[in-house]
């Protein structure tokens, strides 16, 4: 079945880094958009970071961009996120998200989720 496993969340104090995996199978990964969202206490879920299937075409939230890099690495069926220099405000649980569009349906599938706690 397919499972999108998260890891690497923790507590971390400020100015500190992250790296997140998040293990694909059960699908065709390099057919797959991976994507990381995060949810802080009390919010909306929002879109991080974003990577296409293939060419290395990545995209970045605003509040991120300069800090955090997501990358994939196809033969692992893993898509990571490094966070660096990071704040209190990044205090949200992490996400990883798989998409690829068809027809008659598009196909998305989501972890669990890992916390990532910025706090001194």
């Known amino acids: 079945q397919v499972q999108l496993v998260e890891s690497g969340g923790g507590l971390v104090q400020p100015g500190g880094s992250l790296r997140l995996s998040c293990a694909a199978s059960g699908f065709t990964f390099s057919s797959y958009a991976m994507s990381w969202y995060r949810q802080p206490p009390g919010k909306e879920r929002e879109l991080v970071a974003y990577?296409?299937?293939?060419?290395?075409?990545?995209n970045h939230a605003a509040s991120v961009k300069g800090r955090f890099t997501i990358s994939r690495d196809n033969a692992k069926n893993t898509v990571y996120l490094q966070m660096n220099s990071l704040k209190p405000e990044d205090t949200a649980v992490y996400y990883c998200?798989?998409?690829?569009?068809?027809?008659?349906?598009?196909?998305?599938?989501w972890g669990q989720g890992t916390q990532v706690t910025v706090s001194s």
């Open positions: 998200h798989a998409h690829r569009g068809g027809v008659p349906r598009d196909y998305d599938y």
């Open positions: 990577i296409a299937t293939v060419g290395g075409l990545t």
